[in-house]
């Protein structure tokens, strides 16, 4: 039991890595990325292309990160920046159908192209025992390395310059604008460090399971509940949301099965959404 | 109604009628009659997408309520399928007018209406799959109960393709009454703006809710149309069906009657013409998403008025 827990903590702070991009993202330009999940499976493939190549792991896995980074700018340049034009309702409308479609596209290519392609990280360690307790180092490695990624995140938020004019631009645009910070260049940095955020949490998940390429969409939508749960603009309220649903998650599929612990996920997510609808994403309802 | 509305109603009625002289291969006939489908599917999201601005994700999961409900019932309780039908529509607009009057009682935003309904979605797909011994799971269910049964001999393509024209011209005629009535009057306001809409005394949960049943209806009882008429169903043939309609209706335009037509249309055109690249279809229309609300987001119905509107303009002939 105390092992599944485990588990469901480092595969909940992985979620909190997808979850918060999706926040940080949604809170600059209102864009709610349906392709959030698409990065981690693109990033874990990247990877396993370099591997397969006889590149060094980590090697491939630090390439794999850059070229998610760069496919984000890319498509922020070219499509999302375009959504931005657009003002209100509006935004948000043609937000949500950019990003449905291109997830859409990138998931039906991969699929398509790589079918079956799976990534996984062996460690050469063996596992630790403590008392009567056995930890898999990957699942420790995972559950470290998702930390330091959303302590760091939060250092940069709260101390740098930029990290500062972002929050500023997530609080009030308008404000933020009249205080002389420039938006573009800034959803423009939060998309990136959001795919890249993404890319390591396919690659960490890597590390605990296996990652397909059919599993985009699920992350996508468990990044949106935690995204949702964690109803903050903080993100302890993200990561908090991730540990919780990662617990419940790996408990209810252990004892009822991968169909009906997604079924209780969303149905909470649902209630959640209908009871207390003011604060997701920093967002007022 | 106005004459010249009347005109364009019994014109294109004929267009439809008359279409089997030209294409009276089984197999075109398949092809129209999923068109027609199609164009249902495209006019119910219309109603409520095009008209009141509710997003509802889950038309697939409202589709294939009616269709499992239409292909189960059935033969677990020996009843004829033409009772069922209307139960498996009236599930899904029961089960939609539900998520619209939540959903617009709570005041919820665009963003929580499309996690809502794509939950919504999902948890339909997880069940379908996760009813194994109901619904079969990927495996998918074969209908015995076909609803044409008296009728066999006659061409059945041609038989269905009569019965979904009269299904598809009872739902414009009904389409156009709502749009040209109070009803319609209010759902214009509601897109305009909801809030002004509200001051001037519309009832703005009534009427999303109404739009919400009306066009949950048809996807219901246009899923267990679906169900009868290809007697095979599986949970595949409904995870797609947002996207295609979304790309009908943004292709032929929002808010209005022929733009669904058309949309369907030319929808059935291309799905045909890329049926050779196989499954990769799925990224081009993803793209085709994208390319229509990019830069398209008027409408086909749009544009060519425009164009028409022009030409005559520059002909000086009055339009």
Redesign the interface.
């Known amino acids: 039991m105390l092992e599944l827990i485990i588990d469901g903590i480092t595969f909940g702070l992985l979620l909190s890595l997808l979850g918060v991009g999706i926040t940080l993202i949604?809170g600059l330009g209102e864009i709610?990325n349906?392709a959030h999940g698409e990065f981690a499976v693109i990033c874990a493939m990247l990877a396993l292309i370099f591997m397969e190549r006889g590149v060094n792991t980590l090697l491939s896995i630090i390439l794999g990160l850059l070229i998610t980074g760069l496919i984000g700018l890319a498509l922020e340049r070219s499509?999302i920046s375009?959504?931005y034009r657009a003002r209100g309702?509006t935004r948000?409308?043609?937000g949500?159908?950019?990003t449905?479609?291109?997830?859409?596209?990138?998931?039906?290519?991969l699929?398509?192209t790589i079918p079956k392609a799976f990534f996984s990280v062996k460690l050469p360690f063996e596992a630790i025992r403590i008392g009567g307790l056995i930890i898999r180092p990957s699942t420790l490695l995972s559950a470290v390395i998702s930390v330091l990624a959303l302590v760091l995140l939060e250092v940069f938020l709260k101390k740098t310059y930029t990290g500062k004019a972002i929050r500023a631009i997530a609080q009030d645009e308008m404000d933020a604008q009249l205080c002389g910070v420039n938006p573009a260049p800034l959803r423009t940095l939060v998309f990136i460090l959001g795919a890249v955020m993404a890319g390591l949490a396919g690659i960490l998940y890597g590390l605990i399971a296996t990652v397909a390429v059919i599993i985009g969409v699920d992350f996508t939508?468990l990044a949106?509940i935690v995204a949702?749960v964690g109803g903050v603009r903080s993100i302890y309220g993200n990561i908090l949301s991730g540990v919780i649903l990662g617990i419940v998650h790996t408990i209810a599929s252990f004892f009822l099965?991968a169909?009906?612990s997604?079924?209780i996920l969303?149905?909470v997510?649902?209630i959640i959404?209908?009871t207390r609808?003011e604060g997701?994403?920093g967002?007022k309802? | 109604m106005k004459k010249a509305s009347i005109v364009q109603k019994v014109i294109i009625l004929a267009v439809y009628a008359l279409l089997p002289i030209i294409f009276s291969h089984s197999y075109q006939l398949r092809l129209l009659n999923l068109l027609i489908f199609f164009t249902m599917f495209t006019l119910s999201s219309n109603i409520i997408f095009g008209h009141t601005r509710q997003l509802f994700l889950c038309q697939g999961a409202l589709v294939g309520i009616g269709s499992y409900i239409s292909a189960i019932l059935p033969e677990r309780l020996g009843v004829a399928p033409w009772i069922i039908l209307p139960v498996g529509a009236l599930t899904s607009a029961g089960i939609g007018s539900l998520i619209s009057a939540v959903s617009s009682i709570r005041r919820l935003s665009i963003i929580f209406m499309a996690v809502l309904t794509s939950s919504f979605q999902v948890i339909f797909g997880e069940l379908i799959l996760g009813l194994r011994h109901i619904t079969g799971a990927d495996e998918g269910i074969v209908i015995r109960s076909d609803i044409l049964r008296g009728l066999i001999g006659a061409n059945r393509e041609l038989v269905y393709y009569y019965l979904l024209i009269a299904t598809l011209f009872a739902t414009v005629i009904i389409y156009d009454k709502i749009v040209n009535s109070r009803v319609g009057v209010a759902f214009r306001c509601i897109v305009e703006d909801e809030i002004a809409a509200s001051f001037i005394g519309i009832n703005v949960v009534k009427y999303k809710v109404l739009s919400a049943f009306i066009s949950s209806f048809l996807f219901g009882f246009m899923g267990g149309l679906y169900a009868y008429y290809n007697l095979y169903i599986c949970p595949s043939m409904f995870q797609n069906i947002d996207v295609h309609i979304l790309v009908m209706l943004v292709f032929g335009g929002m808010g209005t009657l022929t733009g669904p037509l058309l949309g369907a249309g030319a929808f059935t055109l291309i799905s045909e013409l890329l049926r050779p690249l196989g499954p990769i279809t799925t990224l081009i229309f993803g793209i085709l998403l994208i390319i229509l609300f990019l830069f398209f987001r008027e409408g086909l119905v749009v544009h060519l008025k425009r164009i028409t509107g022009q030409f005559f303009k520059k002909h000086k002939l009055c339009f």
């Open positions: 949604f709610l349906l499509l375009l959504v309702e948000i409308l043609l949500i159908f950019i449905f479609g291109l997830s859409l596209a990138i998931h039906s290519y699929v398509n939508l949106l949702i099965g169909y009906l997604l079924v969303l149905s997510t649902i959404i209908l609808p997701i994403l967002e309802g």
